[in-house]
C-alpha cells in the first residue's frame, strides 16, 4: 500500500514537471536549487569561498521481490535463509550536512542522519549482494536519529596549481593547492574518505545494490549503521594521492558499539590514487589494501571446535551469537580471539566520453575469518557503465547498468555447510556456486532537486547456493536534495 501511494504521487509529478529540464543540456553537476545557491543570489552567502555551508537529502527506497525457487530454507533451524515468498521492503533516510570553516585549512563537518527501514527477510539471506544499500543491520521501522559525522579536517598547503573546490556536502567552497597534506579526524564512514568511484559509489543517485558501493569483499571497519572513529592522513601531489587510515571496529561482529581500544582492535586500510586523462578523458585507477585486528573468529578454528565437541555448537552459546536453533552445526562464538583478516583491491574508472563512463572494482580478502563489519563476501568484482542523459536533452537523468559477482572462500564454505551461519547468510546446507547480481537503473530528473529512480536487480546464486533463486528484485527511489 506505501510503495502504491508513492507511485500514484510520483506519476502525478512525471506528468506536470517531465519537461522542466528538456532544455538543461549542460553538465549534470548543479548547484542552482539549494539554500547555498539561493542566499548566494541574495548577496548573503559567498557560493565560491565559504565559511559555513548546510546541506540536506532525503531517500526513500522500495524493493519487492517475486517468490523463488528454494530446495530448502533455514534447514534444520539455521534462520538465515532469504525468503522464497514475495516479499517488500523500504528504507526512508534524512541526512543533514553542516560544514563550518575554522582556522587557515581547517573544517569542521556535523551531519546527523534518520532512518526507517523493513529490510527483506530481516536483512538475511545475500551475501555480497545485498539489494538496497541504505540497509543498516540495526534498523527498525520507527525512526531513528542518530550522529552520523562529526569531524575536524586541516588541509595545508605545499604548493602546486591552485585548484577550485565546489561548495556540495562535506566540502566548504574554496581552493586547495595541488599539492597538499591532509588530516582528518573524528566520526565519519572508510568510505568517504577510501574507494570513491565517480560512477558506482554515490548510490543515493546510482546503482541501488550494495556490491557497487565499495568492493563487496572490502570489510572496512564500522558500526552497524557504517560510520566508525578514526584518523586519516592524506597527500597530494598534482595527479597522485597517497592515504592512510585508522578506524575503530564494533565489539561484537555486525553490532552497534564501537571498541575504544584504539591499539588493540582496529581497521587500517591505505591507497595510492593516479588520475590521468585518455584521449582527453577523465579516469583515475586506485589501489587499496587493508589490515584488521579484531576479535573474530576463524571458520576452521570454529569447525574444529564442533568437531572435538559437539555440545559447542550453535544452541550453547554463551557469547555473542547469531541466534541459530540448529543444535548440529558448529558456531562462530566458539573460536573468536584476536585475528587478522587482510585484503587488497583496484579501482578503476574512465570517462569515455562527456556522458559515457565505465568502471571496474575487484578485491581479494584471506577469507580465513568472519564476516565483521560489511558483507559475507570474501573476494568480489563489479563492473559497468553509467551515463547522463545528454544526449537526449536530460543532462540529470541517468543510466546504469552493472554487474557484480563475489566468492566466499572453502573454509566459509565448509562451515556453511555444515550448517552454520554468519552475520548475514546460512542456509543450513550449500551447493557452492559464485553469488551473481545484474543491476540495472534509470533515473529520472524531475525538477531541480528531486529525482525518481527505478532499478531491476537479477540475482543468481542467493547466499553462494545454487540450490536457491535466481531471484528477481524491483526497486523504486525517491530522492530529494536541498
Known amino acids: 500500500m506505501r510503495f502504491k501511494l508513492f507511485l500514484f504521487i510520483a506519476s502525478m509529478l512525471i506528468s506536470t514537471v517531465l519537461q522542466a529540464d528538456t532544455l538543461d543540456t549542460q553538465s549534470p553537476k548543479r548547484n542552482n536549487f539549494s539554500m547555498m545557491g539561493a542566499l548566494s543570489d541574495w548577496d548573503l552567502h559567498d557560493l565560491q569561498d565559504e565559511s559555513w555551508n548546510a546541506y540536506a537529502q532525503a531517500t526513500y527506497i522500495s524493493s519487492w521481490k517475486n517468490a523463488f525457487p528454494a530446495r530448502y530454507s533455514n534447514l534444520n533451524g539455521t534462520p538465515n535463509s532469504l525468503s522464497a515468498d514475495a516479499e517488500n521492503g523500504f528504507t526512508a533516510t534524512f541526512s543533514a550536512y553542516m560544514g563550518l570553516k575554522g582556522w587557515q585549512g581547517a573544517e569542521f563537518y556535523i551531519v546527523p542522519e534518520m532512518i526507517s527501514e523493513e529490510p527483506l527477510s530481516g536483512l538475511k539471506g545475500l551475501g555480497g549482494s545485498i539489494q538496497n544499500f541504505e540497509l543498516q543491520k540495526n534498523g527498525t521501522a520507527s525512526a531513528t536519529w542518530y550522529r552520523a559525522r562529526a569531524f575536524y ?66 570489510d572496512f571497519a564500522a558500526d552497524a549503521r557504517g560510520y566508525s572513529w578514526g584518523l586519516v592522513g592524506e597527500f597530494y601531489f ?158 540529470q537523468d541517468g543510466f546504469g547498468i552493472g554487474y557484480a559477482q563475489s566468492w566466499i572462500s572453502n573454509q566459509h564454505a565448509q562451515y556453511l555447510n555444515m550448517g552454520g551461519i554468519d552475520g548475514f547468510i546460512g542456509d543450513g546446507k550449500i551447493t557452492v556456486k559464485p553469488e551473481r547480481v545484474v543491476d540495472l537503473y534509470y533515473k529520472l530528473h524531475l525538477m531541480s532537486s528531486t529525482w525518481i529512480s527505478v532499478d531491476y536487480q537479477h540475482i543468481a546464486n542467493p547466499a553462494y547456493n545454487a540450490d536457491r533463486g535466481p531471484v528477481d528484485i524491483f526497486g523504486c527511489r525517491a530522492h530529494f536534495e536541498f
Open 153 to 218: 579536517r586541516q588541509s595545508v598547503s605545499l604548493g602546486g596549481v591552485e585548484q577550485t573546490v565546489d561548495s556540495g556536502p562535506l566540502q566548504l567552497a574554496g581552493s586547495v593547492n595541488s599539492r597538499r597534506a591532509v588530516f582528518t579526524a573524528g566520526n565519519l564512514s572508510v568510505v568517504d574518505i577510501f574507494d570513491q568511484n565517480s560512477y558506482a559509489g554515490n548510490l543515493r543517485q546510482q546503482f541501488f545494490n550494495m556490491a557497487f558501493m565499495t568492493h563487496a569483499a572490502y
Open 238 to 395: 598534482d595527479d597522485w594521492a597517497f592515504r592512510v587510515g585508522r578506524f575503530l571496529t564494533p565489539k561484537n561482529p555486525n553490532d552497534l558499539p564501537l571498541d575504544f581500544r584504539f591499539f588493540t582492535f582496529y581497521g587500517d586500510q591505505a591507497e595510492l590514487v593516479h588520475k590521468h586523462r585518455l584521449n582527453g578523458q577523465a579516469g583515475a585507477a586506485r589501489l587499496l589494501v587493508y589490515r584488521n585486528r579484531e576479535n573474530a573468529g576463524r571458520w576452521s578454528d570454529a569447525i574444529a571446535a564442533y568437531q572435538s565437541n559437539p555440545a559447542q555448537n550453535a544452541t550453547t552459546c554463551t557469547g555473542f551469537s547469531y541466534d541459530s536453533n540448529n543444535a548440529s552445526a558448529p558456531d562462530l562464538c566458539w573460536a573468536r580471539q584476536p585475528t587478522i583478516k587482510m585484503g587488497i583491491g583496484l579501482n578503476l574508472e574512465q570517462a569515455l566520453t562527456d556522458d559515457i563512463g565505465v568502471f571496474f572494482r575487484g578485491m581479494v580478502s584471506d577469507g580465513q575469518s568472519e564476516v565483521y563489519s560489511y558483507t559475507s563476501s570474501d573476494r568480489s568484482l563489479s563492473f559497468g557503465l553509467s551515463m547522463t542523459g545528454l544526449r537526449w536533452g536530460r543532462a
